[in-house]
């Protein structure tokens, strides 16, 4: 098992550049998650899909879609890039049971900079 | 709003020293807590998690961590540090009923020998 993996590792993009982060999951989890980690503010939220065909937005989602493409999968795009998205961004998945929370399962980060 | 609290930015512990991390949540009735670690480079890791029952929860390499509603607080311990704990740690609370989760802002340990 892989668990959750993210393509590209690394990206450095030009401001208004268009890019999509990709995501995957082998662990047949509904809930899928994409955050961003700055430097002094954790993670935050930006989109979250607690099942297939079905997404909601987080805490920071201003310049960003996502497309929850089927199970496996949640892409995350930024369609005119500025510098103030550049952060390092995690993909997560987890299994939640009724009202019960799971932990989640870590992607290891794409680092993006937008100059 | 949920909010969760680690006051400490960073710490320096010597190797083989104890360690206690902070940690304060908000949301109150029915936390879901939970403390991840994350090393260089890495994605976060999962060390423990609280749901209910016994409020002393172990976790791997070693960390346990108390739950204490009356001060809203999960801190995370160890009795005895290794270098390889060097990493940066995380405090997570979701509620029920819904599967976002807030995290701190973080911890980062840094062990000298």
């Known amino acids: 098992n892989a668990g959750v993996t993210q393509t590209p590792k690394f990206q450095v993009l030009k401001t208004g550049q268009s890019m999509t982060l990709q995501c995957a999951q082998d662990m047949n989890h509904n809930s899928m998650y994409w955050y961003r980690q700055d430097p002094g503010m954790g993670l935050r939220l930006i989109y979250y899909s607690a099942s297939e065909g079905t997404t909601d937005k987080g805490e920071v989602p201003n310049g960003y879609n996502v497309s929850r493409l089927n199970k496996r999968e949640f892409s995350l795009r930024l369609e005119s890039a500025a510098p103030s998205q550049t952060s390092v961004y995690f993909c997560?998945?987890?299994?939640?049971?009724?009202?019960?929370?799971?932990?989640?399962?870590f992607g290891p980060g794409t680092r993006l900079t937008v100059t | 709003a949920q909010s969760v609290t680690q006051p400490d930015i960073h710490i320096t512990v010597s190797e083989g020293a104890s360690l206690e991390l902070r940690c304060n949540y908000s949301?109150?009735?029915?936390?879901?807590l939970f403390w991840y670690v994350q090393s260089p480079g890495q994605g976060l890791q999962l060390l423990l998690k609280y749901f209910s029952g016994d409020t002393l929860v172990q976790g791997i390499k070693g960390f346990e961590a108390e739950f204490k509603r009356s001060q809203s607080s999960f801190n995370l311990r160890k009795p005895s540090v290794h270098w390889s704990d060097a990493a940066e740690y995380f405090c997570?609370?979701?509620?029920?009923?819904?599967?976002?989760?807030?995290f701190g802002t973080g911890t980062k340990l840094q062990v000298i020998p």
């Open positions: 997570a609370e979701a509620s029920g009923g819904y599967q976002k989760v807030t």
């Open positions: 949301y109150g009735a029915t936390p879901y």
């Open positions: 997560a998945s987890s299994e939640p049971t009724g009202r019960l929370v799971h932990e989640q399962y």
